[in-house]
């Protein structure tokens, strides 16, 4: 049965904030993007045609043209937060590159994509402008609806597309054709034949570079970033450790914690957190890397209610503060996000919220762990640390997405107690501190759902806030939790949502 906590979040309408902020900051003119991993093999040619070797930190901007060769690979951050990443064999030239911090339609991204391929997710500049955000080939012109994709060019000079998320748009000088996520497109190398749907999809090498999204049909890779790397950035860490793991499985029975009311301005069908167990069990859909698409849930009160990222339109999975996806999975065992863009909720009537990139709804899911898996040894209590987090956001942006800094979990199996402690700063360095929050979990459940309150402090707080967390225990014997939490009376007077995973 559904478990609401027993506060309410703010609900009234959104407000559409600027998110120029989301990766404001200082930019130089001449520099588009740094180089977040190069293999020996890889050059940049400036508008000198000088080719100079590629490593990792260096800075690139309009004209340059990288090269990879048979064996080398690149992947490239750009400012507004958009990646490349290069595969063997392939040209790609940076035309014209410009973003100070701001779309305000001076901003542009165009690429050449000579021959090779390539992955890319689109920043700041193809999720607000799209008309800004072009990469060109020598048979095609790849333009977006979406954030995801992968291109190819084919030796005879025909391009093949995927788009991974939302809608990928191919054109040439006769005509113009729509890429859903999940099928292919393909430009002939005549020109006075118009794209077609294709088959074939684009032949992107071997698994991708730690932060670039994994093939559909690969397990997702993620690089683990030592806390030592934001002060040592040589630390061996930060360039190294690589991690392996399954996605969850499109499936019925997950636990799910979700800040609903506050992230849809009351209009989501369902008040406060919602958490279900196996009693009224989430269907939910996951794609091939574990990222959340669609969950359902059932309510005693609202009934069925289905909510689905409405990926068709540009519904995606948001950004945190260095550009990174917003959404991690471990284990095959629990995973997080943030939606972003647009929402649709289905119960007993249809709606579609809207969030921007400094709003969004928040989740974790994960396996419940089942009752007769409960540790029941004498050592009953175990401590949880941090293993992932969403960006935080307030219900109503107007402020770029934050951080959790800090956070741990203790829970008693015996005696049902939990304790969370969670540090967490906005996209204005404002902090929230969450010290000792204490609740308690029903072991008689599958995921033995919890729910903690406490008080709130730091800067966002100067009077205090309310906090409150909703969550439950995943994996056989309880390995992992996750769980949903809420800092109200804010700075900002706009609540402060976020989740959270932890592994024991």
């Not at 900051?25 to 293999?39: K, L, Q």
């Not at 999975?317 to 929402?343: L, M, N, Q, S």
Request: some cysteine.
């Amino acid at each position: 049965m559904p478990n609401h906590s027993s506060f309410h979040l703010n609900r009234s309408g959104m407000v559409l904030a600027l998110i120029s902020a989301v990766f404001a900051g200082e930019a130089v003119a001449a520099t588009g993007g740094r180089v977040d991993f190069a293999t020996p093999g890889a050059t940049v040619a400036g508008n000198d045609g000088q080719q100079r070797p590629l490593a990792k930190g260096t800075e690139i901007g309009t004209g340059d043209t990288i090269r990879t060769d048979a064996a080398a690979r690149a992947q490239i951050r750009f400012t507004d937060g958009s990646y490349v990443s290069l595969q063997p064999n392939t040209e790609f030239a940076i035309k014209d590159y410009s973003f100070d911090g701001k779309t305000d339609g001076s901003e542009s991204g165009i690429f050449g994509l000579a021959k090779g391929a390539m992955r890319t997710v689109t920043g700041l500049i193809g999720r607000v402008n799209r008309n800004k955000y072009q990469i060109t080939t020598p048979t095609a012109t790849v333009g977006i609806r979406g954030t995801g994709g992968r291109i190819e060019v084919l030796l005879d000079g025909s391009t093949l597309i995927a788009g991974t998320s939302g809608i990928w748009v191919l054109s040439n000088p006769s005509g113009t054709l729509d890429i859903p996520a999940g099928t292919f497109g393909r430009a002939p190398s005549a020109p006075n034949q118009p794209p077609q749907r294709s088959a074939q999809g684009p032949n992107t090498g071997p698994a991708p570079l730690p932060v670039d999204p994994p093939k559909p049909t690969l397990p997702l890779v993620d690089k683990v970033v030592d806390e030592s790397c934001q002060t040592n950035p040589n630390n061996p860490a930060c360039v190294t450790s690589i991690t392996t793991t399954p996605p969850l499985v499109s499936g019925s029975g997950f636990a799910l914690s979700a800040p609903l009311d506050g992230q849809c301005g009351g209009d989501c069908g369902a008040p406060g957190f919602t958490i279900l167990n196996s009693s009224a069990p989430v269907d939910s859909a996951f794609d091939a890397s574990g990222r959340l698409l669609k969950f359902t849930v059932t309510d005693p009160q609202f009934g069925s209610t289905t909510y689905a990222l409405d990926v068709a339109n540009g519904g995606t999975h948001g950004t945190k503060p260095d550009g990174t996806e917003d959404f991690g999975t471990r284990d095959g065992v629990i995973a997080w996000g943030r939606w972003i863009g647009p929402v649709i909720v289905a119960s007993s009537f249809q709606l579609t919220a809207t969030f921007d990139p400094n709003q969004g709804m928040h989740y974790v899911v994960g396996t419940p762990s089942p009752v007769a898996s409960l540790p029941t040894a004498n050592s009953t209590t175990f401590t949880y640390n941090l293993l992932g987090a969403t960006a935080p956001t307030y219900a109503r942006g107007g402020v770029a997405p934050g951080k959790v800094t800090a956070a741990s979990l203790t829970g008693n199996f015996l005696t049902g107690a939990v304790v969370m402690n969670l540090s967490a700063v906005d996209g204005n360095g404002l902090g929230y501190n969450v010290s000792s929050a204490r609740g308690v979990m029903n072991t008689s459940v599958p995921g033995a759902l919890f729910t903690t309150s406490g008080s709130g402090t730091g800067s966002g707080c100067p009077n205090g806030c309310g906090f409150a967390a909703n969550g439950f225990f995943a994996g056989n014997a309880a390995t992992h939790a996750g769980a949903s939490y809420n800092f109200s009376n804010t700075a900002q007077g706009s609540d402060l949502l976020g989740a959270v995973a932890f592994k024991r």
